[in-house]
């Protein structure tokens, strides 16, 4: 692709070669990195049902709070690829990279968590009551 800023690359950007990149790289996550695939089974699961109850607010919650930690995920993993490339042997200043991109996926497992919980609840009192 084109860079405008370096002016280099190729010409011709093109919005569904973008598109097919982006499926290209969930697909390969979602393969290839259990941590995000059951994450987001678990999450669909929960959206389903919220979906068929119509709780709209709890749907894009439980999607919001997917979506933060599926990014985090995807990231880190791309950090500690980047980092294995460059340096193969342990280097402490590598550890240190990694555990900063772990702690980061984390802090978003924490929240996508107590939403999933909170939100689970919600529905199991929804579906008692029903």
């Keep these: ?6 002016d280099t690359g190729e010409p011709g950007y093109h919005p569904l070669r973008k598109i097919g990149t982006v499926l290209s790289g969930l697909r ?5 990195d259990f941590s995000v695939a059951y994450k987001l089974v678990l999450s669909a699961v929960i959206v389903v049902v919220a979906f068929f109850l119509r709780a709209w607010v709890d749907v894009m919650l439980i999607v919001m ?9 995807m990231f880190n993993s791309a950090i500690e690829a980047l980092c294995d490339f460059v340096e193969q042997r342990h280097d402490e200043r590598i550890k240190v990279i990694k ?13 996508w968590v107590y939403v999933l919980a909170f939100e689970g609840w919600e529905i199991v009192n929804a579906l008692r009551a029903g």
């Design 28 to 32: 390969y996550a979602v393969i290839y």
């Design 99 to 111: 555990d900063i991109a772990a702690a980061a996926v984390g802090v978003c497992i924490l929240i």
């Design 1 to 6: 692709m084109r860079n405008k800023f370096l």
């Design 65 to 73: 709070a997917t979506g933060m930690v599926l990014v985090a995920e």
